[in-house]
């Protein structure tokens, strides 16, 4: 993927999406929204858990080990279906997987059972993982490879509108609903009366979730129905590939561009999760109020997530993924670190301007890594949704950080993550044309 500004004639002549592809792009990226809902959905039940089962930060953060662990469990398989079938049919499967998911937090609600949760939530980041490891690279193949990593830039500039509605529903549905008693009068209650409390809170978490299962059932038709035509590079639901997984393997861990990429794809995913997983615990730390107030702060990130996602797209068309994701990532750090020092309301919005750095990253650094990859783009595709894994690792992290010495001083975690993406920005910069 050559910059576009290399060659500013045939960006002008080639079309962005190749036109017999722009309905599956269309509908694509509905699936971008999707599970941007179904992951900020999530990132609230860490609080929400604590308070329910009366748990430790670092026991509640295992919803996000659970959530991020299946993406790395599942990425692998995933390519294999793409290989052996189609882009079309690991959509299919992700979709028909995260229903699933999706539908088990009925039965979870029911056993009141944090454990069953986890499980839920486990088979709905499953299918995700599916979803996610096929939907990206198919949106690269939509169209010239020269301008791939803008297109999946903006395909993936709907997930945050995904996000918004997701957060929107847990502030709404989830947030509002919880019991404002305290661990210690909640200790000392009846048994009956918290089991009472607890089925209702717990009533509160599923709903969504449910709600979420029916939608994805009717993208999971019209993508079921959905014609794909041969494109030019070769899209072809017919199409079967001979898969030598230990040769791809090999081909993949020698480029540096790409075994870097997953490195910094796993810090990259860390710090989003962290920022946002903990928002509202920095917000009442610092400012107090309650879950559902801080909750408003965590709003305002992913609106600014999502304004920025376009942002980032335009700016690509004139300056190189790669620069721009190095400064990004250095300003997230420096953010972070200004939260730590400043713990007041400019500290908080501190930490809501770290999402306009996030905007930019998981595409263009998927796109640096998948450059050039050719047919062993699909598994590629699967080693950085693996990466995804820092997502489930690194809350782990910060949340004992909290545990020990509180929501402010945590955000360390993220700042580190942050310089660990801007060294492969500035190692793309020198390396790459992207």
Do not use: H
């Not at 693996?386 to 975690?413: F, H, K, N, R, W």
Request: proline share 4%.
């Amino acid at each position: 993927m050559k910059n576009q500004n290399t060659a500013p004639e045939k960006s002008l002549s080639a079309p962005f999406v190749y036109p017999n592809m722009k309905i599956a792009f269309i509908l694509l990226i509905t699936c971008f929204a999707a599970w941007g809902v179904a992951a900020n959905m999530t990132d609230p039940l860490v609080k929400v858990f604590s308070k329910i089962f009366t748990m430790s930060t670092f026991e509640s953060a295992l919803v996000q080990f659970a959530y991020y662990g299946a993406y790395f469990c599942l990425a692998i398989p995933a390519a294999f279906i793409n290989a052996r079938y189609s882009y079309k049919a690991g959509v299919l499967t992700g979709l028909g997987l995260a229903i699933l998911g999706a539908l088990a937090f009925y039965p979870a609600s029911v056993s009141m059972t944090y454990g069953f949760f986890l499980a839920a939530l486990f088979i709905l980041a499953a299918g995700l993982s599916i979803l996610e490891t096929s939907a990206n690279p198919f949106v690269m193949t939509m169209g010239p490879e020269g301008s791939a990593a803008r297109r999946l830039n903006l395909a993936q500039a709907f997930n945050p509108v995904g996000t918004n509605i997701g957060v929107f529903l847990a502030a709404t549905l989830i947030l509002p609903n919880l019991n404002t008693a305290s661990a210690e009068e909640r200790a000392s209650m009846a048994p009956e009366m918290l089991l009472s409390i607890r089925a209702d809170e717990l009533n509160s978490v599923m709903t969504p979730y449910v709600g979420m299962a029916f939608v994805l059932m009717i993208i999971w038709a019209l993508i079921y129905f959905m014609r794909i035509p041969k494109s030019e590079n070769k899209v072809n639901v017919d199409e079967v590939q001979t898969i030598d997984f230990m040769a791809t393997l090999g081909r993949l861990l020698a480029r540096k561009q790409y075994r870097w990429g997953v490195v910094a794809q796993f810090f990259n995913v860390a710090a989003q999760t962290c920022t946002w997983t903990f928002t509202i615990q920095y917000v009442q730390e610092t400012l107090g109020g309650t879950e559902a107030s801080a909750s408003d702060y965590l709003q305002y990130s992913l609106i600014i997530f999502l304004i920025s996602r376009f942002v980032m797209t335009w700016l690509m068309g004139f300056f190189r993924p790669a620069v721009l994701l190095s400064i990004l990532a250095l300003l997230g750090t420096a953010l972070c670190l200004y939260a730590v020092m400043v713990p007041d309301v400019t500290g908080v919005w501190a930490i809501v301007s770290i999402s306009a750095c996030l905007s930019l990253m998981f595409p263009t650094i998927y796109s640096i890594a998948l450059d050039g990859l050719g047919s062993d783009t699909k598994f590629g595709s699967a080693g950085l949704v693996m990466a995804i894994l820092g997502g489930a690792v690194m809350p782990l992290v910060q949340g004992a950080t909290i545990d020990e010495y509180g929501a402010i001083i945590s955000y360390v975690v993220p700042a580190v993550c942050f310089l660990v993406v801007a060294a492969y920005g500035m190692f793309s910069v020198k390396n790459t044309t992207v």
